[in-house]
């Protein structure tokens, strides 16, 4: 009678690219001033809000999303002017598309590109989905090194190219000839992420409809509603129905739908609220200007990344006097000693202003 085989277990089974990851982390900010996840602090109008309420109370719960979202997608259309020729993907926010993304490129040996330091979910995404991942430095303000982006997309071939712009963590935005030029350079996909489109001057929708390998990637997370969770991919209709055949049935719920839809209608009242964040955005950079030590980098987007002495234990400090930023001072050689700071309503920036004033005078 043969042996049972051992039971299986995590480290048996799943691949060792994956048992080396470490899990994405979310701090636990409750009662803190929440100012590490570059969400819109700011509610819903109240009248918004109210008509919002009564149309999610009449919703379908009960039956299964519109498959296709039509709807919202027209709503999408409408609010920001996509470029007739093209169409939209839907996903559970920009993860769930760069995901799909991947899956599509994904044969043996396919590249994963994009710059250092940036979004950590293109390159987690790119162990998730086995490719291999390279990247780019940026040059030490966290401008684009063209030159050398060039060079290694001549030497990796990658099958898709991720660059955000503005970038995260860093928050600056890169030159649309810079852009151009390594579309023509890129030999698979280039995706131009631009989740903080709202807080900055520029915008590339415009590019699918020209350049044939490029497609665009937006999120409303950052505009007021990180809590439905809805991101959409803007390219030829060529490109979006292959990657439609990997989007999971229902992806975008009906609650999602219905919200999205008419939030939309009134993106105007959104598109205010961001107004306001920069606004108070450069009033933030200049009061960490006047905190002896700090450099505060350009920011076109709805956070501001800076550099300051010891800023790991002011990170620590600022928890202690319940603020929450983001420490990335770790997450890569660039970026030692900095901190990145959502912009928050008036009164949450002069808390935590005043929280790192007295962080750092403790310190010494």
Request: charged share 20%; aromatic share 6%.
């Amino acid at each position: 009678m043969s042996a049972h085989p051992a039971p299986a277990t995590p480290q048996s089974l799943i691949r060792p690219e994956v048992l080396a990851l470490s899990a994405y982390h979310v701090a636990d900010a409750s009662g803190m001033v929440k100012l590490d996840a570059m969400e819109n602090p700011y509610p819903l109008p109240e009248g918004l809000a109210a008509e919002l309420g009564a149309l999610l109370g009449a919703a379908p719960i009960n039956r299964y999303p519109a498959a296709d979202a039509q709807a919202l997608k027209d709503a999408i259309r409408r609010a920001l002017d996509v470029p007739a020729g093209c169409d939209i993907l839907l996903g559970n926010g920009s993860d769930e598309i760069i995901q799909l993304l991947a899956m599509a490129v994904a044969r043996p040996g396919a590249v994963l590109a994009s710059i250092d330091p940036t979004f950590v979910m293109f390159r987690m995404i790119a162990t998730f989905t086995g490719m291999r991942y390279a990247s780019c430095p940026l040059r030490a303000d966290f401008s684009l090194d063209l030159d050398a982006v060039l060079r290694m997309l001549e030497a990796e071939r990658p099958a898709l190219v991720f660059l955000p712009t503005p970038n995260n963590p860093t928050g600056n935005p890169f030159a649309r000839a810079d852009i151009e030029r390594i579309a023509a350079a890129t030999p698979g996909l280039l995706v131009v992420d631009e989740a903080y489109y709202a807080f900055g001057d520029s915008s590339f929708l415009d590019l699918p409809a020209r350049l044939p390998n490029v497609l665009v990637m937006r999120t409303f997370s950052k505009l007021g509603m990180a809590g439905l969770r809805l991101g959409f991919l803007v390219g030829a209709p060529a490109w979006l129905a292959e990657l439609d055949k990997l989007r999971l049935p229902y992806n975008v719920n009906v609650l999602t739908q219905v919200a999205a839809t008419r939030l939309l209608d009134s993106y105007d009242a959104l598109a205010a609220q961001a107004a306001t964040l920069r606004a108070d955005r450069s009033k933030l950079a200049d009061a960490l200007r006047a905190i002896p030590g700090t450099e505060v980098f350009p920011s076109d987007a709805n956070f501001l990344l800076f550099r300051i002495p010891r800023a790991a234990a002011l990170f620590d400090g600022l928890a202690a006097r319940g603020v929450l930023v983001k420490n990335v001072s770790r997450a890569h050689p660039l970026l030692a000693d900095c901190l990145r700071v959502t912009v928050g309503t008036p009164a949450e920036n002069v808390r935590f202003v005043a929280a790192l004033r007295e962080a750092v005078a403790d310190l010494g």
